[in-house]
């Protein structure tokens, strides 16, 4: 049998509102693992939804979800740049710091972390909520290992959407978090609907995703991670998501722009640059390359304070209550 395509047809409607008003927003190739293929980024007009266009299929985004060494063993990952920028996203004061803001809605019984990976994040949540029974879900195996090692009490593998796993675990969670998970999925919309289908009645759902809207996004281009091409295939305005939720029957409770800001949009932009530049195996250019991108780092995380506060925010958080 042939392979199957890993790309849809090009649409030329908005996924998010219907327009046909669609502007070409950036070109891309995979700059994070230097993996084959360029990908294009639409924005609509009148929504301002940006999406991955033609959007890859569900086996498109399982290949470009493995690593590196398993689909294109002779492309070099050049992560040594990045992998340190990448960091700041799961640092332990970071995540109990999110896992904070539930604080206010009393301790849950039960939590699910929806992409949950290794379950950085369940096992920070844990010092805020010690009597939470915390599961995880992931499309890899990568949560089994987190079950093993005692950061989730079940591990489910496969996606939110599937049938059989939502019917399994309906209305089973007082909590579910999604964080930084909305934008690698197919379908937001279906996401959110299994979302809150496993909630229980006025449970509480925890969303942060990166702001197309924020000016890192304009300045940087094709350089600004949260583009994160392929792996990400829809970016959402605040507004959009919070009428979707409104739609689907839920309170927001939270919008919040400034503390969900992550300090790596210039580090993270040089180190992705560098990292097309410098040749793997020159080890003096990337002792060099990487002083850059440390200072960089600093920079970030010096200007956050301040940044947080402007446009160039690059992500929010909404905190929705079910119906």
Not at 15 to 27: D, I, Q, T, Y
Request: aromatic share 6%; hydrophobic share 35%.
């Amino acid at each position: 049998m042939p392979p199957r395509p890993i790309h849809e047809p090009r649409r030329d409607d908005c996924p998010w509102c219907g327009s046909r008003r669609l502007r070409a927003r950036l070109r891309a190739p995979d700059l994070l693992h230097h993996r084959p293929g360029t990908f294009i980024v639409d924005e609509c007009r009148d929504c301002a939804h940006a999406f991955q266009n033609p959007r890859l299929t569900p086996e498109g985004l399982a290949l470009y979800r493995r690593g590196p060494e398993e689909e294109f063993p002779s492309v070099p990952t050049h992560r040594a740049l990045t992998d340190r920028v990448l960091a700041v996203r799961t640092r332990r004061r970071r995540l109990r710091a999110v896992a904070r803001t539930m604080l206010p809605f009393g301790e849950p019984e039960s939590w699910l972390d929806v992409g949950t990976g290794h379950a950085l994040f369940p096992e920070a949540a844990r010092k805020m909520f010690p009597y939470t029974a915390f599961d995880g879900l992931d499309p890899t195996p990568t949560v089994e290992r987190a079950r093993l090692a005692g950061r989730v009490e079940e591990a489910h593998v496969g996606h939110l959407t599937t049938p059989g796993v939502t019917a399994r675990l309906r209305a089973r969670y007082d909590v579910v978090s999604m964080l930084h998970h909305l934008e690698h999925t197919h379908d937001p919309r279906e996401e959110l609907r299994a979302a809150l289908t496993v909630l229980r009645p006025g449970g509480h759902l925890l969303l942060e995703v990166p702001d197309p809207r924020s000016a890192f996004a304009a300045l940087l281009g094709k350089w600004w991670l949260p583009h994160g091409q392929p792996r990400h295939v829809h970016l959402m305005p605040l507004p959009n998501l919070r009428t979707e939720l409104e739609g689907q029957g839920c309170t927001v409770l939270t919008a919040d722009r400034r503390a969900p800001h992550l300090p790596y949009d210039l580090s993270a932009a040089l180190s992705l640059s560098l990292a097309r530049a410098v040749p793997p195996n020159h080890p003096g250019l990337l002792r060099g390359a990487t002083a850059l991108v440390r200072t960089a780092t600093v920079l970030d995380h010096t200007l956050a304070p301040l940044l947080r506060r402007t446009r160039f925010s690059n992500a929010y958080r909404l905190i929705a209550r079910k119906g």
